[in-house]
């Protein structure tokens, strides 16, 4: 059954052992189970900037792209340089007047190497369809070997780095704007990101980068701490999305009313990123620990829902009333999994959307996915606690 609503409240029932689930509209759905299926960057983050109610032009996030305002021959501003505006940059600078991206840090950039399949390589593949088979498997092995660069590999780190440098310098003539896009952190502590344009972007007339700090908005443009104003008709917040913010859209409430947020407030963690202690029958796709920096998201949501008809598999086939995961598992693994992170890339010293406020890492997963597949290929049920339905006495 679909319901086109949204949930505000989810609460779980003690006494009759389901879920309550309270949707915008006011009504209000039971189910035995729950599979959180939210994503992980859909929450958009805003520039905190001083004065930005009172710009008059067309002002909107990356992910709610104003369909109805047409760039062209306009003054835009980019707010960000991250993947967003990576990706965003290079498609409307050959449509506006003229573009200013406000950069505050350089992110580390490769080659994305793309390009499309000639019609003698699609014969192939259709005639041979093993070839499609090797030739995805080529890709994903290439991108899992990467990861052990983020774990430590120093020296696979410098080969990567030297590569986007080289890139960076083939790419971008001009010494002053290439110095600006060079990164002072270590490679991979911010997402690495892939394009094949966005520095020939960079070098269009109309393109300028911006790298003094921002210091107020203004009914028509943005004012940077040098007192330079850039008139502007719409500006474009590319400023990516609150990914420690999981499930804050939603009120979460388990076993004896405990709140989710409350739990989570030092830092979201669960079991593989599926279960949590004292939530009964509730399952997560991409919920803590469970994004990437090298490799297929997808890959990953596949070995959740695996693991996750597993559990069920225990409540439907099984006649088991809840399950949950035991606390000592739960706190067992993210303790190991803390120590794994300590030794990362992620958790070399700068400051990225993959840090919650206290510092931890709430979202990234410390291994190769094969890992993660490997140990979540089936759920075990000596680290969850089951529970026997009630069945109603007969009067």
């Known amino acids: 059954m679909r319901f086109d ?28 189970a729950v599979i959180s299926a939210v994503g992980a960057l859909h929450l958009p983050a805003f520039p905190v900037i001083k004065g930005l109610e009172l710009f008059q032009g067309r002002a909107f ?86 990861v052990l660069g983020f774990l430590g590999n120093h020296g696979l780190m410098q080969q990567i780095e030297k590569m986007a440098l080289t890139y960076l310098e083939r790419s971008i003539p001009d010494e002053k704007l290439r110095a600006a896009l060079t990164p002072d952190y270590a490679i991979g502590c911010k997402r690495i990101l892939v394009s094949d344009d966005f520095y020939a972007a960079m ?49 979460v409430m388990g076993r004896g009313g405990r ?16 279960a949590v202690s004292g939530y009964p029958n509730f399952f997560m796709l991409l919920g803590p620990n469970t994004g990437l920096g090298h490799n297929s998201i997808i890959f990953m949501i596949e070995a959740q829902v695996r693991y996750t008809m597993d559990c069920l598999g225990w409540l439907l086939r099984d006649g088991a009333g809840d399950i949950e995961v035991r606390a000592d598992v739960q706190r067992k693994f993210n303790d190991a999994l803390k120590q794994r992170m300590s030794r990362t890339v992620w958790q070399s010293g700068c400051k990225s959307w993959y840090l919650n406020e206290n510092g931890t890492n709430s979202t990234i997963w410390p291994d ?28």
């Not at 007192?227 to 999981?246: E, H, P, Q, V």
């Not at 094969?370 to 007969?394: N, S």
Request: proline content about 3%; charged content about 25%; glycine content about 6%.
């Open 5 to 32: 609503a949204a949930i505000r409240v989810a609460q779980y029932d003690d006494v009759a052992g389901v879920w309550r689930l309270r949707l915008k509209s006011g009504a209000t759905v039971s189910s035995r």
């Open 203 to 251: 070098t269009r007339n109309n393109v300028e980068l911006v790298t003094e700090p921002i210091s107020e908005a203004t009914s028509d443009g943005i004012v940077t701490t040098d007192g330079s104003l850039r008139k502007l008709d719409a500006l474009i917040y590319a400023t990516g999305f609150r990914a420690n913010d999981l499930l804050s859209e939603v009120a």
């Open 259 to 274: 709140r989710l947020s409350d739990d989570w407030r030092a830092g979201a963690e669960a079991y593989y990123g599926i």
């Open 368 to 395: 190769h996915t094969v890992g993660y597949w490997w140990r979540t290929r089936y759920a075990r049920k000596a680290d969850f606690a089951l529970r026997q339905a009630v069945v109603p006495a007969k009067a």
């Open 61 to 146: 996030h990356s992910s709610a792209w104003d369909e109805t305002f047409d760039l062209a021959g306009k003054s835009v501003g980019v707010i960000g340089t991250g993947a967003s505006a990576v990706q965003i940059t290079p498609s409307i600078a050959p449509l506006v007047k003229q573009l200013a991206l406000f950069q505050r840090t350089p992110s580390w950039i490769l080659p994305r190497r793309d390009s499309a399949f000639s019609a003698r390589a699609r014969r192939r593949f259709r005639s041979f369809p093993v070839l499609q088979w090797l030739f995805r498997h080529l890709i994903y092995w290439r991108m899992e070997m990467g």
